[in-house]
């Protein structure tokens, strides 16, 4: 199976900054890669998907980029409401997830 | 509204058996691939199973092999989760996720069930 490792597992921050997470493929996964918000007791939220393309209602400050093994989930300028846990997942095959990168207050 | 509703989850022996539903509305349930993903205590999201929009085609995640039986019923715009031999490591919030259209991002998620394996 493809691995997905997260990095850094946690990260300070204050609202304004911008936040970049990376995450690393095992092996190539092209650009099927995924990116999820999630808050305490809530389902994932999906934001990014096929490495760098917006879901629908998704606020512009975030994007994504990367392709093969190594992606980066960016936000331009830090939100209160973006304090959460972000998971990569790859959906090459079969489907597998980051360990997650918990954005916290600084 | 499109959503989907997970129940069936509580607490179960080391050895039993649960079922899993997850209720669809507001959209096709019979043109869409779904999921089931689960999560841990304070953990990471794990895939669990996938099942084609037809049934045809069923993938299981290693850990669950054998123990676990993902179906659905267009008819009934469910998905089910049937769980066996349960062990403490399937102790977790299982969701149900709709994969948009067979590419293999999830893009509707439910809330979650939680399953408590324990004696």
């Known amino acids: 199976d493809i691995q997905m490792t997260q990095s850094p597992s946690t990260l300070s921050a204050s609202v304004g900054d911008r936040v970049t997470i990376t995450c690393r493929a095992s092996?190539?996964?092209?650009?099927?890669l995924a990116w999820y918000q999630q808050k305490p007791g809530k389902a994932p939220k999906l934001l990014i998907y096929?490495?760098?393309s917006l879901e629908s209602g998704v606020p512009s400050r975030f994007s994504g980029s990367g392709s093969g093994t190594e992606f980066t989930l960016t936000i331009s300028s830090l939100q209160p409401d973006d304090f959460a846990t972000y998971y990569c997942q790859q959906y090459n095959s079969p489907w597998t997830f980051g360990q997650g990168t918990k954005v916290e207050i600084k | 509204e499109v959503q989907l509703v997970e129940s069936g989850g509580g607490l179960v022996q080391p050895g039993g058996s649960l079922r899993l539903s997850c209720a669809a509305s507001?959209?096709?349930?019979?043109?869409?691939?779904m999921n089931w993903v689960r999560q841990a205590p304070g953990k990471g999201l794990e895939w669990v199973s996938y099942i084609s929009s037809s049934g045809s085609t069923i993938y299981y995640a290693d850990s669950v092999k054998g123990r676990f039986t993902i179906s659905r019923d267009n008819a009934k715009n469910s998905l089910y989760l049937q769980m066996n031999s349960l062990r403490a490591e399937d102790t977790a919030v299982y969701y149900c996720?709709?994969?948009?259209?067979?590419?293999?991002?999830?893009?509707?998620w439910g809330r979650g069930t939680l399953v408590t394996v324990s004696s």
């Open positions: 096929k490495a760098s």
């Open positions: 996720a709709r994969d948009n259209y067979g590419v293999g991002y999830f893009d509707l």
């Open positions: 092996q190539s996964i092209s650009s099927w």
């Open positions: 507001g959209f096709t349930f019979s043109s869409y691939e």
